[in-house]
């Protein structure tokens, strides 16, 4: 149980000794082998093209949005992440007061480095969902969600892409996992690879907590995860970090959101960088994305406030593109913003 310390968070200061500067940040950018999805999930929004609408009065805009029923000020979110230590000593506490003071949802990682009660006391009134790996220990992770929803966490993200870890060579080279096993103790691989769509029931039976899978790709787990009544799923190729040769979350956007039509709620992440990438995800059918690299970057550089500035540019820049392409508020936003016919 004691190897469960670090998911819990019972680490609140990180040595630094085995991670110098250079080996988080490869940390924080690597992909899977050949890095083609990763880089993939950036240049595909390079390929599509805006159909902008003028003369619309545009002096009144809104970019606010709801999950699942509780609204945040843009429709952007915080990704599940891990180590936020290793980019800021007050790690998660302070990406909770940054999503916070935006108004958004910020996804917790099993990952954490800060404990689930420490995040939750950073920002009481913060709108949080928990991400869960399942655990070979299926009894620490029951305890987990029921710890994560006494402390008011709205939904449950299960990430269903990682079964095991994706090769990715600069973490090997840098012996990154090697240095953190040893420096906790923790086993290499924690993380149950048995899990199916089966256990959406078990988590069911733990939790009345909503549900979003995380890392679907194509129509067929699309469908199976509306199949087994789940609230929300992310569509997401984990940053290119597990397969490499799978698309760009943004062009594989459009067969889930077909297959899913009003079943659920579609959202999205990988490669968001810009406003206007935003933009084209939600014309594309996303309800809401997630950022995570840009939020590892924004707490490296300088914390809560780095990370609100982050957070801040890209609402900034979300709201300009919405008024040139002639959108007032996210209802507006939808196919005919883009050249469809294109893609
Ligand atoms: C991740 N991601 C991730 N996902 C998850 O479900 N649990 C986790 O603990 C992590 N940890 C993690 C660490 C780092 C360093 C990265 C870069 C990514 C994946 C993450 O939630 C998200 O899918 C991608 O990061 C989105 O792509 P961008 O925005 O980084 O391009």
């Not at 008011?152 to 090697?178: C, M, S, W």
Request: charged fraction near 20%; hydrophobic fraction near 40%; include cysteine.
């Amino acid at each position: 149980a004691s190897h469960f310390a670090i998911f819990s968070g019972a680490i609140n200061s990180w040595i630094p000794s085995p991670c110098s500067f250079p080996l988080k940040c490869q940390w924080y950018a690597s992909g899977a082998d050949e890095c083609c999805t990763r880089e993939d999930n950036i240049l595909a929004y390079k390929r599509i093209r805006f159909r902008p609408r003028m003369l619309r009065d545009m002096s009144v805009i809104d970019t606010k949005t709801t999950l699942l029923g509780t609204e945040i000020s843009f429709p952007v979110g915080i990704a599940p992440t891990g180590f936020h230590q290793l980019a800021w000593p007050d790690g998660e506490k302070s990406t909770a007061r940054a999503a916070a003071a935006m108004n958004t949802c910020y996804i917790t990682s099993t990952y954490s480095t800060c404990a689930v009660e420490e995040i939750a006391a950073a920002a009481p009134r913060g709108f949080r969902w928990f991400q869960l790996y399942i655990h070979r220990n299926r009894a620490l992770t029951a305890q987990l969600v029921q710890r994560v929803e006494a402390l008011g966490f709205q939904g449950l993200v299960l990430t269903a892409d990682l079964p095991y870890t994706g090769k990715r060579r600069a973490d090997i080279h840098n012996n990154f996992q090697e240095n953190i096993c040893t420096e906790y103790g923790l086993p290499p691989n924690f993380i149950d690879p048995s899990i199916n769509w089966n256990d959406i029931y078990w988590l069911k039976s733990l939790t009345r907590l909503p549900i979003i899978v995380k890392g679907i790709l194509t129509r067929e787990d699309a469908d199976l995860a509306a199949r087994h009544g789940v609230q929300g799923i992310i569509v997401s190729n984990h940053g290119g970090r597990q397969l490499d040769g799978g698309p760009a979350t943004i062009d594989a956007l459009v067969e889930v959101v077909d297959m899913v039509q009003d079943k659920m709620e579609v959202y999205l992440d990988g490669g968001i960088r810009t406003g206007s990438d935003v933009l084209k995800a939600l014309a594309l059918g996303a309800k809401c994305v997630f950022i995570g690299r840009p939020v590892l970057w924004g707490l490296t550089y300088k914390g809560e406030e780095g990370l609100r500035e982050v957070l801040q540019i890209l609402h900034d820049e979300l709201r300009l593109s919405m008024a040139l392409a002639g959108c007032h508020n996210v209802t507006e936003i939808g196919r005919h913003l883009v050249q469809f016919s294109k893609l």
